[in-house]
Each structure stands twice: as C-alpha cells, then as structure tokens.
C-alpha cells in the first residue's frame, strides 16, 4: 500500500487496540500511528478483571501487553483520555471531544462494548458496580475486602454469565457471603445448555454460593446505600455489594453516526466486516467486540467478545491496515478460570437455534471432561474443563467437519 503523509489511526482502549498497533510497527517502522483512548492508561487486557486482577494475584502491570513506554519507543502517539466523537470519513478526520481534529488515512474502530445497565429503581445506589474497567475493578475490591473483614458482609450479583460468575467465585476468596440471581435455571445455561449450566452450579454450590433464579426488579437501600434486591417473585436478598453482570452492548455508535454498516440485534449485532476487516468503507476496519465477522467455517458472520477475538482481530487488522487483505479464518476461543476449576472453549454454538448433541468424554462428578457439540454429526465446539492442551486436537475435530463417531468422542480423554 503506497504511502501517505496521514498516519494511521486506531481507536480504542483493549487488547485489539494493543495489538493492531503492535502488528503495524512490526511491518512498518515508520507508518505514522495514533492511538486514541478515553481511557487514562495505555490499551490493556479485561479477563483478569473479574479474576486474578480482582483478587489481587495479579499487579497492574500485568494487564498491558504493552506498556506506555513502548509507544513513546516505537514512534506512537499515544493520547489517554481522549475521546474521538465524530468521524468525516469523506475528509478522513477524527474529531476528539476537546475540538482536536485528527487526520488519518486508514482508521481501525477497536471501541470495545459497554456493560448493559440495569433499568430499575436502585441502580444509583452507592454499593452497585459493574465491571468493565480497570478502574471498575479497582473499586469493587477496595469494597470487597472490607466488606469481608466485616462479620457477615454480603455480595448480590445479579446475572449468571461469565463476568458474574467470575465475580462470585473471586468473591468468595475473599470469604464473603454470595448470592447469585439469574434469569436461567443453571448459571451460563444460554451458553453452554442445561447440563454444563448445571455442572456450573454444582461447583458454585460446594463453594458456598446462594444460587437463585429470579429477575431483579429493584435495589434497595438506606441513607443512599444499597441494602438488598428484590426479586420478581417477592424474595428479598439482603446485600452490602451488588455486582450487576447482564451481558454487554457493543460500542458501535461512532460506527453508526459516520454512515458505516452494522448487523442487527438479532443478527448479533456490531459492524459489518468482509474477510479482511474492513467496514463498507474501505479505509476504516472494525475488530474486537464491535466487528461482525464473516466465518468460512461457520458459514455466517459471528461477533464475538472474548479475549481471544481481540487478540487475533486486533493482530490481523493491524496488518490489513498497511494492505494485508488475508482473510480472516479463526475459530473463536475463550476461557474462564473459577475456584480450581479451570476451562478451555473453541468453536461456536448458538444453542437458541436446537438441533445440537452433546457428547460427553471425562468424568461430570470429578469435574474433569471435555463436552462436545455436535450437529448433524459433527463437532461445532467443545469445552475442555480442568483437561489441558487438547485445543489443538479440537480444532482438528471441528475444521474436520466430518461426521464423528460418538466412541471416538467418548475416548478423547483416556
């Protein structure tokens, strides 16, 4: 790709930001780059938010994959706490809220999501939290340790998906009373199905956790406090924290005002992208949270919002940036980490849809196993727990799309 007097520019304040202008310093030296944040540190990492970085295992430093010196020593300008809210994508100019125009001549959008906000009386309460920033997470467990030192302290979380989960089982590290009210009957049911969601349970169950189905209908407090939440059904949960953790949004309305094309919120949502990242408009490429995928293997555009989606999306965008228009070709992958329970995830369910099998190989009782979907015969995913480095043997499994006999399957751990 020719050169030109514009740098480029990258929005955003994750891992997909981090490693887009990682990938284009690699292939270019002396590219002009931007990178713009609202944010008031340099692009970090999210998953240890609601573990390790919670519990405090884990320092700050270990949330960024590039520190704010290494900006300043590959010729970065990196701006924090700057917030880019217009694009003229005719002039190719970036309006920051401050008035600063920025030119640019190709844009990468890396904006991320934003926690979904609960709309019910309460919400303003000291003692409600949600957790999406570094400094989010900084605050809760500046109110979780007191509150466990305290005899009886007590933690709502309201949502049964991941974050949520997460909280609790670092929570309970901290010894503190748990109660998790969820719209399903089994924590991350939506995700992995009854069975799994179940197996979930359990673990929670054994660790001390209140596990309760119910949806949240108010916060409650005293002296502009929170001091418990109600249910739909009339129960009365008694609390001294609430985490909220009810999925999130992507930020897609920067994306939206500048005229690019974006999925429906029944197609998943976030900005249309072809196999090389780029938007409708193609100086400006979407990745992370906000980018609506296409999968060659899956045969429909997935949008993502996991760590490992940032990490590879940010890294390829960074090359398409510079001209790279390799397509895009990554089974999508996560992992959660909960008390001893540790697990590993590749490939892509929607269990709304039916019609899949699961196939079982371990032990369910020992919590060591590896769960597989299968449709029409073969694997679209699995999840191994507490069962290490057979990812590579997974995706062998899916990229096959053969039809896989259930014997072969039960034998995958022995």
């Not at 809760?140 to 979380?157: D, F, K, Y």
């Not at 500048?258 to 938007?279: E, F, I, K, N």
Request: hydrophobic residues 40%.
């Amino acid at each position: 790709m020719p050169s030109s007097p514009e740098p480029i520019l990258v929005v955003g304040g994750g891992l997909a930001a981090a490693k887009a202008a990682e990938a284009v310093r690699e292939r270019d030296a002396d590219v002009g780059l931007v990178v713009v944040t609202s944010e008031p540190c340099a692009p970090y990492e999210r998953p240890p938010l609601s573990k390790e970085y919670l519990r405090g295992q884990a320092e700050r430093d270990a949330l960024f994959p590039l520190d704010e010196d290494w900006y300043a020593d590959h010729d970065v300008d990196l701006r924090t706490s700057a917030t880019v809210v217009g694009l003229d994508l005719g002039a190719h100019r970036a309006t920051l809220a401050d008035g600063a125009v920025l030119p640019f001549s190709r844009l990468l959008l890396a904006t991320g999501s934003s926690p979904r906000m609960l709309d019910i009386p309460g919400r303003d309460l000291a003692g409600v939290h949600y957790l999406r920033t570094v400094e989010d997470a900084d605050l809760i467990a500046a109110t979780l340790l007191p509150a466990s030192l305290e005899n009886g302290g007590r933690l709502v979380v309201i949502g049964s998906g991941w974050i949520g989960m997460e909280v609790a089982a670092s929570a309970r590290s901290f010894g503190l009373d748990v109660t998790v009210a969820g719209l399903d009957e089994h924590p991350l049911e939506p995700v992995l199905g009854p069975e799994m969601g179940a197996l979930y349970g359990r673990v929670h169950t054994d660790h001390g956790v209140d596990l309760r189905r119910g949806e949240a209908i108010a916060i409650v407090g005293a002296e502009g406090r929170v001091t418990g939440v109600e249910l739909h059904d009339g129960t009365s949960l008694r609390a001294d924290i609430v985490v909220v953790g009810v999925g999130a949004t992507p930020n897609v309305g920067l994306a939206e005002a500048a005229g690019l094309s974006l999925r429906s919120r029944d197609q998943g949502g976030g900005v249309v992208v072809g196999p090389a990242l780029r938007t409708s408009h193609p100086d400006v490429l979407a990745a992370g949270d906000i980018a609506s995928i296409p999968s060659p293997h899956y045969g429909r555009p997935l949008r993502v919002e996991h760590w490992a989606t940032a990490l590879e999306s940010g890294t390829h965008a960074g090359r398409a940036l510079l001209g790279d228009d390799t397509p895009y070709d990554v089974l999508p992958y996560f992992f959660s980490d909960q008390y001893d329970v540790g697990m590993e995830y590749k490939g892509f369910v929607d269990l709304r849809r039916g019609g899949y099998e699961l196939v079982l190989s371990g032990s369910v009782d020992d919590v060591e196993l590896v769960a597989f979907w299968l449709r029409d015969g073969a694997v679209h995913a699995a999840m191994a727990v507490n069962v290490w480095e057979r990812m590579d043997d997974v995706e062998e499994l899916i990229r096959s799309r053969r039809d896989v006999p259930r014997a072969e399957l039960e034998a995958f751990t022995r």
